[in-house]
């Protein structure tokens, strides 16, 4: 699907509604799989409330609830395929607080997270670093373009 989609923004077309049928129908037998994998649980006699699901069944009727927000990426080009990057920008804050402990200051953490930001805002745009730096302390920083 990844790669389709791909070929699709290089045509810089909408994906065909066939093909997005075929896709999520594709995607439901995935789950329909899974679910036969991982059946529901039998009821324990003398054990009130519902049966306790494993993380198998939990993620599967995740993915089955939010079955259109994770087939996003599919019918909106904007939306990543992965949450990678916001992965990546929030671990360096994490690392951050694992070496020194915390942050001595409210003042300090938001002083880094918008070095922070910046840097990760050149590197997106295809920026070299430590040029984007030094014009920044020259007082001339990278301001991206905004998409209308």
């Known amino acids: 699907m990844r790669r389709s989609v791909a070929v699709y923004q290089t045509r810089a077309g909408p994906v065909s509604s066939p093909q997005l049928a075929a896709w999520t129908k594709k995607y439901q037998a995935i789950l329909?799989?899974?679910?036969?994998?991982?059946?529901?649980?039998?009821?324990?006699?003398?054990?009130?409330?519902?049966?306790?699901?494993?993380?198998?069944?939990?993620?599967?009727?995740?993915?089955?609830?939010?079955?259109?927000?994770v087939l996003a990426f599919l019918e909106d080009f904007r939306v990543p395929f992965s949450n990678?990057?916001?992965?990546?920008?929030?671990?360096m804050m994490k690392v951050q607080q694992k070496?020194?402990?915390?942050?001595?200051?409210?003042?300090?953490?938001?002083?880094?997270?918008?070095?922070?930001?910046?840097?990760?805002?050149?590197?997106?745009?295809k920026r070299d670093v430590f040029q984007e730096i030094a014009n920044a302390l020259t007082g001339r920083p990278f301001m991206p373009s905004t998409a209308s």
């Open 32 to 69: 329909h799989a899974g679910f036969a994998e991982n059946p529901e649980p039998q009821s324990l006699s003398g054990r009130r409330g519902r049966p306790k699901h494993t993380k198998a069944q939990n993620l599967l009727l995740r993915l089955r609830q939010h079955g259109n927000s």
């Open 99 to 125: 070496i020194s402990g915390a942050f001595r200051t409210l003042k300090g953490a938001q002083t880094f997270a918008r070095i922070r930001a910046y840097l990760s805002t050149v590197r997106k745009n």
């Open 84 to 91: 990678n990057q916001a992965e990546q920008d929030l671990r």
